[in-house]
């Protein structure tokens, strides 16, 4: 059975996810559908990125991966597929992949393009190189190699030799805050030094990390790396977007003494 999860700022209100999926079953023979997620917001690579990093390698090998979250199809961002580490992948070449993947993918095509779309997608070309995929076939017999693959570095921390400036990427349902800063990062810059972390231009201020939310006192902010080893901010049982007016894109300066 052909394993296929999508990825998607769509929605689940409108009809876009389960037309693909229609399309999908008439396709690809006995497949099971996993949704990661449609709730991204709305054209946030970032977000998508870090929900997606986080997640796929879950999935048995063989599996195929269908995102579609932010750029629309177009001649500066086609519909790509590639294949790495025993999965398939198909979205776009919008910089998402480079968020996703440490090292940048060596089997890698563009879409030979249908001409046909349905909501800003060539769902027809889709459909065909998930259908592809899934059985097993060459990837290059879906197009021609991608010699341009776009990479998106200012989604990444920048860094100084006495800080880092990362920014927050997603805000979960507890209204926690995760940033782009990992703990290879914060370690290998902080260097056994002290540290402030800044949130919303200094107007609070974290100077230790906690290896639990319990740690800090109920209605207290806190900092830690979660389970996926990034940095977040926290209100040990509260919502610190809402209470703090934390929100997506802010940034998240760590100051080193």
Do not use: C
């Amino acid at each position: 059975m052909a394993v296929i999860t999508l990825t998607t700022d769509w929605g689940l209100r409108d009809q876009h996810v389960s037309a693909l999926k229609g399309k999908l079953l008439r396709s690809v023979n006995r497949a099971q559908f996993i949704d990661i997620s449609h709730d991204i917001q709305a054209y946030n690579i970032a977000q998508a990125a870090y929900i997606f990093r986080n997640t796929y390698q879950n999935f048995p090998d063989g599996t195929v991966h269908f995102i579609g979250v932010g750029s629309f199809p177009s001649v500066d961002t086609p519909v790509i597929a590639l294949k790495k580490g025993g999965h398939s992948f198909v979205g776009m070449n919008d910089g998402f992949f480079s968020l996703v993947f440490d090292e940048p993918p060596v089997d890698i095509v563009q879409l030979n393009e249908s001409g046909l779309t349905y909501a800003a997608y060539d769902i027809s070309a889709i459909v065909e190189a998930i259908t592809h995929l899934s059985s097993g076939k060459n990837i290059y017999e879906l197009g021609s190699r991608l010699t341009d693959f776009i990479q998106k570095s200012d989604f990444r921390p920048v860094i100084e030799e006495d800080l880092i400036r990362g920014s927050i990427i997603y805000i979960d349902d507890f209204g926690n805050a995760v940033t782009n800063i990992d703990r290879p990062l914060f370690e290998s810059q902080r260097n056994g030094r002290k540290f402030e972390i800044n949130a919303r231009r200094q107007q609070y201020t974290i100077t230790e990390l906690s290896s639990r939310y319990a740690d800090a006192d109920r209605g207290n902010l806190l900092a830690l790396f979660n389970n996926n080893g990034y940095l977040e901010i926290a209100i040990n049982q509260g919502n610190a977007s809402m209470l703090l007016g934390l929100k997506n894109n802010d940034t998240i300066r760590i100051d080193f003494a």
